[in-house]
T-cell receptor, first 114, second 113 residues
């Protein structure tokens, strides 16, 4: 089975721009979660989608948004980029949407905001 | 967001030794405690997980010890090998809650040959 894939792997943007990141979960997985990883704050939960519905959302501003498509693929969007948004953005998928189910992480998208 | 405090930040252990990483949590409602291993350029991968109804879980060389009253849990890596060199994250979650996994800040483990 192919793992979680994220595209692009690297991205450079300037302040004020917006960006869209994509995540393809493991085949058959219906839950997709997004996390932001930075050296200072570590891994922080952004949001979780299950069957095209956002079920949970972390403590991030409204500039961070996402969606999930009928094939379970997910995108996250960050508008009006700030320097502090530079981070590794990780996507994780799981089969049934319960945190008891193993979360499989992708390799991440490294976003640099200049 | 509820915190999970992880220590040490970095750890150097000789090959064959025992690596010990500790975590403490605040929210007594947490009911799931996984450990993740992350290699450079890769996403975290689940190593082992425990629920609060047991005090210890062992999988191969990896053991989680859980102390509910102290709100602490730890990862022990027995017979540590150079291939275990990675960053380790503890996490906690309230499975029915809305905050996803709450992660510790990570421990950079180096196993010296």
């Amino acid at each position: 089975k192919a793992g979680v894939t994220q595209t692009p792997r690297y991205l450079i943007k300037t302040r004020g721009q917006q960006v869209t990141l994509s995540c393809s979960p493991i085949s058959g997985h219906r839950s997709v979660s997004w996390y932001q990883q930075t050296p200072g704050q570590g891994l922080q939960f952004l949001f979780e989608y299950f069957s095209e519905t956002q079920r949970n959302k972390g403590n991030f501003p409204g500039r961070f948004s996402g969606r999930q498509f009928s094939n379970s693929r997910s995108e996250m969007n960050v508008s009006t980029l700030e320097l502090g948004d530079s981070a590794l953005y990780l996507c994780a998928s799981s089969s049934a949407g319960s945190l008891y189910n193993e979360q499989f992480f992708g390799p991440g998208t490294r976003l640099t905001v200049l | 967001q509820q915190q999970v405090k992880q220590s040490p930040q970095s750890l150097i252990v000789q090959k064959g030794g025992i690596s010990i990483i500790n975590c403490a949590y605040e929210n007594t409602a947490f009911d799931y405690f996984p450990w993740y291993q992350q290699f450079p350029g890769k996403g975290p991968a689940l190593l082992i997980a425990i629920r609060p109804d047991v005090s210890e879980k062992k999988e191969g060389r990896f053991t989680i010890s859980f102390n509910k009253s102290a709100k602490q849990f730890s990862l022990h890596i027995m017979d540590s090998q150079p291939g275990d060199s990675a960053t380790y994250f503890c996490a906690a979650a309230l499975v029915g809650g809305a905050d996803g996994l709450t992660f510790g800040k990570g421990t950079h483990l180096i196993i010296q040959p």
